[in-house]
């Protein structure tokens, strides 16, 4: 005797096929935060700092998380991990830098990471922030493609750090 199947076992399949591929696209992340990407011409050119979260992300204007460009410190607020060497310092050091202060952003090829984040390199009166963090030892230089306008620059400041043994390179062990 054939099995029955119920009416419709076809169109349940095709469902069940369409859905697997929508969760398994690359095009859905559910860890992004929702922002729009938003035209070149509606991003901010120069925007208050309103919260430094951390040695290499702000908040300006109560409105955007700013990634800088080029560099990473030592995580303070990861949810899975402890908080890094030297990590505290990374954040003070940016905190004195620019909270409260009038930044201008420039951007690069790519203007926002996978998180929703904005990416900028920053700058607070004549000071080049990314480069101050690189040159006084408090970051180190993480150029991800595209954006790679001053991955030389960053280079020389963290090559000179090293050598003087600044802030995170200050224990560094040589042969």
């Known amino acids: ?32 935060k929702s922002r729009p990407q938003e035209s070149e011409a509606r991003l901010p050119k120069k925007a208050f700092v309103t919260r430094v979260v951390d040695g290499d992300t702000i908040v300006v204007d109560n409105d955007y998380h700013v990634r800088y460009i080029g560099i990473n410190t030592p995580e303070t607020r990861h949810p899975k991990r402890p908080v890094e060497y030297f990590g505290k310092e990374a954040s003070w050091f940016n905190k004195n830098l620019v909270m409260g202060k009038e930044v201008t952003l420039e951007y690069d090829v790519q203007k926002f990471d996978r998180y929703g984040r904005l990416l900028a390199y920053v700058h607070a009166g004549d000071i080049f922030v990314n480069a101050k963090l690189v040159e006084e030892g408090y970051a180190h230089v993480f150029t991800m493609p595209p954006n790679v306008k001053y991955a030389n620059l960053f280079l020389g400041l963290q090559r000179k750090a090293r050598t003087a043994r600044k802030g995170l390179w200050q224990n560094l062990l040589t042969k």
């Open 1 to 32: 005797m054939p099995r029955k199947y119920p009416k419709g076992w076809k169109y349940g399949i095709v469902l069940a096929c369409l859905l697997a591929s929508l969760v398994s696209s690359k095009n859905i992340n559910y860890y992004k």
